[in-house]
């Protein structure tokens, strides 16, 4: 299983889905879907935006859990 971190990183900066929606040019939708951990697939665009936007590496946001 694959954990996102999305919301505790947002959390952390005190970041709205919006407003990183906004600021990465993510699509909205697939931000709240990584925020609630309902994403099937994630683009490698969208995990290269996140972490640039969010200055923290794949592994912070996501973790493998067996």
Do not use: Q
Not at 7 to 25: F, H, N, P, W
Not at 37 to 65: M, Q
Request: proline fraction near 0%; include cysteine.
């Amino acid at each position: 299983m694959i954990k996102c971190h999305l919301s505790r990183l947002m959390g952390e900066k005190k970041l709205k889905i919006v407003d990183v929606a906004r600021e990465t040019g993510v699509n909205r939708g697939t931000v709240t879907r990584l925020y609630h951990e309902t994403a099937s697939r994630v683009e490698l665009e969208v995990i290269d935006a996140l972490c640039r936007y969010l200055g923290c590496e794949v592994g912070e946001l996501f973790e493998f859990i067996e």
